[in-house]
Structures are given as structure tokens and as C-alpha cells.
């Protein structure tokens, strides 16, 4: 083991709205962090958003593409706001930004908070991951006229083996990866004490095509990998039936992969699972670089007050350094927003009257 701090460079991208309140909160949790972890952050400022297209003409300046590839070992994005009618020129830098950086999946955990007033709640830890380049989102849809002058529009959806390969691959390697952070900790700690289970979602009953070839892919990867085999449990389910679970018994899950479609609806109904938006972190993910970014949107409605919750935020920059191999200080960070939330801290969306800094400075301070 070496004496040296680990040094990594960050990108951080707060774009708009809140997102320029709650990226320099996670800084701040970071830099604490790295204090007692022998890590060394050094931090890199990228512009894109709406609000710099509308001053710059560009949403993505190149320079942002080209520091996050060159020189950064991970980012964490913000926010971004939609305008609420299509702007000419305009397109969104996250979509672009997953493309130029190839991160082809999209990763949501979902943990439910011991929350002391409510002892009952169930123990929820699942990990959502969402195919990211394919399926419906490919937006090759057009409109049609047919000879008794009826419209009609098809949408095309793709699903390729190769996407299917890669998203299966994570699913499993996230779920062992999982495995071994739980190892670590006290069995009364650990919200999922089974073996690792992968439950891949799909509707093939009805798309037996498109479908059928994201189910038998990923069940080929486990067929073909004697470790995925001996150390996880394969189990599949039906969209529907899928939603239907998961507000039932959200506890019955460990990894679940979803193809795009269906894990977009999965990811936003499992964050109603856990409480605010202000609360859930996602990751994009490839095979060699990470963008933290939290769930929720620039939420003008409550920008510029202090209002805004940095947990969201504050669990991406946890999650990138999770995938970036570092569990350790990943759960520290985890541990500290669980406390701080048990000891009453919370934004207005929580029911509290903390502010932004607030919440910030107590999670530096359990950390
Ligand atoms: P956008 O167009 O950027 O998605 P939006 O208006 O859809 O903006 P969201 O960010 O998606 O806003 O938020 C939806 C609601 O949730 C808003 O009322 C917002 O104030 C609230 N909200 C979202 N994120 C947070 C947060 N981090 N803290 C507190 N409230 C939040
Ligand atoms: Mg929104």
C-alpha cells in the first residue's frame, strides 16, 4: 500500500438551476472526504446547460467533451434544464455527453432510510440499471398517411445483441460487486443478506423478437460464465408483472437490467419507493468513464433559495467513486447522509426547514 494520496481529477458540470447548488455541495463533501482517506481531489469546472446554449449558442461546448475524455476520472453533472417549447439549435448536453463518453447504461440505486419514526418501513436495496443507447429512445418515429386518409405513426425499437451483451455483463459484475461491499459490513447492517440475484425485465411473452433477444443475450452471458453461475441467482420477470413487485415487495430485489423503455418507467416509480427526488442518485456508466448525476431536474421553482436538497447530489459523487473502485470511502459518505438524515436534517421537500448549506455542513460533520 502506498503512503501517497490517491489523486483523482473530477469534472464537475453543474449546468442549471439547482444543479449550480447542489454540485458545489457534493465538492464540499468530497473535499472533507479526502482529508481522512488519503484521497487528493482535484477539480475541473465544465460549462454546458440551457443557460450557457442561450448565451453561448452551444449547449455542449467542445472544450467540456474534450476535458472530461483527456483529463478527468470521472464527473458529476447537475442538472439541466428543458425549455418548455423546442428551441432551434438546442439539444440536450446529457443525451450528447452519454454518447461522446460511450456510457451505455444508467444506474439507480434505490435504499430505503431507517427512518426512526417509521420502524415498519420495509428494507429496500435494489440497484436499477437501465440500458442507455437503444430500444424506443433511438427516436426513429414517423408519421403516416394510409389510403381512407387515417394518420397513423410507427416508432422503431431497437435491440441489439451487442447492448444487450454489455448491459447483462454490468448487471452481473455490479451484483458481485455488491456482494463483496456487504461482506464487509455487520449482518445487521445489511439491508440484503441473500445471495446476489440479477432479475432481468423484459415483456418477451408479447415482443418475442426484440425482447427475446435482450433475454436470451444476458441469460447467454450467465450461461456462459461459470463464476456468474456458482455465485448468482438468475431471475427474470415480465414488465408488468415487474411493476407490480416492486411496489409490493421492492425488498425482492437485488439487480435488476432493464432494457431503456422499461427501466426509464422502472427507475422514476422505485424513486417514489424511497421518498423525494431530492433523495436519489443515478450513475451513467461505460466501460471507461463515470457521470454521476443526481435524478432530479434544475427545479427553477425553488432555485436560488437554499431550498434545494443536496443529498441527491451528495449520493451521486458516493456512487461515482463506488465505480470508480472506491467502496470504501463510497460507503463513508453513504453512512454520513443516513445519520444526517436520522438526526432530523432536512430540506422543505423532506418536511424540514434545513437549508442547502445546512444539510451540507452536517453530512461533513457524521463524515
Ligand atoms: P426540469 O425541467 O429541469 O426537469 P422540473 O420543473 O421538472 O425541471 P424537477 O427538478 O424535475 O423540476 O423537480 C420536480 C419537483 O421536485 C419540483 O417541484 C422541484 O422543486 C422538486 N425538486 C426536485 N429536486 C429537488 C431537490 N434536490 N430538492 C428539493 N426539491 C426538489
Ligand atoms: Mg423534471
Redesign the pocket.
Known sequence: VSSQPKSLTIGLIPA???GCE?IPAARQVLEHLSSSHQLKFRFVHCDAGFEYFQKNGTALPQKTVDTLRNDCDGALFG????PSHKVAGYSSPIVALRKHLDLYANVRPVISTKDPQNPSQKSVDMLIIRENTECLYIKKEQQFTDENNQVYAIAERRISQKASERAGRMAFQMALARDSIRQQQPVEQRRWTGKPQVTIVHKSNVLSVTDGLWRETIRGVYENTPEYQTRINLEEQLVDSMVYRMFREPEAFDVVVAPNLYGDILSDGAAALVG???LVPSANVGDTFVMGE?V???????AGQH????I??IRSAALLLENIGLPGPASNIYNAVDATLQAGYK???LGGSATTEEVTEAVCKYL
Open positions: 442549471d438551476g439547482i447542489v442538472a439541466v434544464s428543458s423525494s427526488l431530492g443526481p432530479h431536474g434544475s427545479a427553477p421553482d425553488i431550498k434545494a436538497n443536496p441527491a447530489a430540506t422543505p421537500d
